[in-house]
């Protein structure tokens, strides 16, 4: 099992930039994938960015470029990096762990992300 915790969400302007960060409670190192959620208000929880073990990267069409996600394996923690926000990007933002032979997903508790235009 493993407990993620985010934070870095918050209110910015549309154009400005967000850092979610995502502790998790052991190594991340050995981790089938580590990925960044959101779910906006009456839609569906969609992938926005993921990052395998072996550090390839996938994003959601409408983050590339934009949107960067990353990992320090020293901290156990994993980033993305939001430039150019846009209001269509408000939503909370969840981090997902994949872990294990089965393929577990273990859940953070989300962190709240608001553009105004």
């Known amino acids: 099992q493993v407990q993620l915790v985010e934070s870095g969400g918050g209110l910015v302007q549309a154009g400005g930039s967000l850092r979610l960060s995502c502790a998790a409670s052991?190594?991340?190192?050995?981790?089938?994938?580590m990925g960044w959620y959101r779910q906006a208000p009456g839609k569906q929880r969609e992938l926005v960015a993921a990052?395998?073990?072996?550090?390839?990267?996938n994003y959601v069409d409408s983050v590339k470029g934009r949107f960067t996600i990353s990992r320090d394996n020293a901290k156990n923690t994993v980033y993305l990096q939001m430039n150019s926000l846009k209001p269509e990007d408000t939503a909370v933002y969840y981090c997902?762990?994949?872990?294990?032979?089965?393929?577990?997903?273990?859940w953070g508790q989300g962190t709240q992300v608001t553009v105004s235009s």
């Open positions: 997902n762990a994949n872990i294990g032979i089965r393929r577990w997903d273990y």
């Open positions: 990052m395998t073990s072996g550090g390839s990267t």
């Open positions: 052991r190594s991340i190192f050995s981790m089938n994938a």
